[in-house]
């Protein structure tokens, strides 16, 4: 597929011991095949995606700097990072995409 990449899975360490709660255990996990874009949707593409759509997630919802001990405060503003690959990525806006693929969490 034009703009994609297949990765082949495998075997990987998720999680971390040393940060949040819910990341811990730091385990073993296998992750079958998948297609991938070769570049991350930025949140100015996701911003163009819900302007043409309404469609509305969390990710719209400016976070709460009480909740991110250490935030920046220009961080706490979604318009601030524009150029930065979009977190939250709904279902929609990857059936709505050119290459129409499945995208995976990335932590």
Same mark, same amino acid.
């Given at each position: 597929?034009?703009?994609?990449?297949?990765?082949?899975?495998?075997?990987?360490?998720?999680?971390? @011991? *040393? +940060? &949040? /709660? !819910?990341?811990? /255990?730091?385990?073993?996990?296998?992750?079958? %095949? +998948?297609?991938? @874009? !070769?570049?991350?949707?930025?949140?100015?593409? +996701?911003?163009?995606?819900?302007?043409?759509? =309404?469609?509305?997630?969390?990710? !719209?919802? %400016? $976070? @709460? %700097?009480?909740? &991110? $001990? =250490?935030? *920046? $405060?220009?961080?706490?503003? #979604?318009?601030? *990072?524009?150029?930065?690959?979009?977190?939250?990525?709904?279902? #929609? +806006?990857? #059936?709505?995409? #050119?290459?129409?693929? /499945?995208?995976? %969490?990335?932590?």
């Amino acid at each position: 597929m034009e703009g994609m990449r297949h990765l082949s899975g495998g075997i990987f360490t998720m999680g971390s @011991d *040393l +940060f &949040y /709660p !819910e990341e811990r /255990p730091r385990r073993r996990v296998r992750v079958d %095949p +998948f297609w991938i @874009d !070769e570049t991350p949707v930025t949140n100015s593409q +996701f911003a163009k995606f819900v302007a043409e759509t =309404g469609h509305r997630t969390l990710a !719209e919802i %400016p $976070p @709460d %700097p009480a909740d &991110y $001990p =250490g935030m *920046l $405060p220009h961080m706490a503003s #979604a318009r601030a *990072l524009d150029d930065h690959p979009v977190v939250h990525v709904a279902s #929609a +806006f990857v #059936a709505s995409s #050119a290459a129409n693929s /499945p995208l995976l %969490p990335i932590l």
